[in-house]
Nanobody, 111 residues
Framework: QVQLVESGGGLVQAGGSLRLSCAAS????????MGWYRQAPGKQRELVAS???????TYADSVKGRFTISRDNSETTVYLQMNSLKPEDTAIYYC?????WGQGTQVTVSS
């Protein structure tokens, strides 16, 4: 079992920045994929960014150049630095590691 705890969401004006954190604990394996997904009201959950144990990263086209995913040296915490935020980035952001999910953190971008 793996527990994922997210933090860092909030309300920000368009053009602003937020940094999300996701701390993993429990039965953690060295081979993994960790990622951030988001779900806006009335929409499906979508991948925002992911990072593997080898450091390979992927991004949704809508966030490329604005968001950066990274991890700490222990590889148990993943961050999502979100810059130049837009109102359409408003959603609940979920951390994911393999088959496990966090509880979600709300990000609201006002215009």
């Amino acid at each position: 079992q793996v527990q994922l705890v997210e933090s860092g969401g909030g309300l920000v004006q368009a053009g602003g920045s937020l940094r999300l954190s996701c701390a993993a604990s429990g039965r953690i394996f060295s081979i993994y994929v960790m990622g951030w997904y988001r779900q806006a009201p009335g929409k499906q959950r979508e991948l925002v960014a992911s990072i593997t144990n080898t450091g390979f990263t992927t991004y949704a086209d809508s966030v490329k150049g604005r968001f950066t995913i990274s991890r700490d040296n222990s590889e148990t915490t993943v961050y999502l630095q979100m810059n130049s935020l837009k109102p359409e980035d408003t959603a609940i952001y979920y951390c994911n590691r393999d088959v496990y999910w966090g509880q979600g953190t709300q990000v609201t971008v006002s215009s």
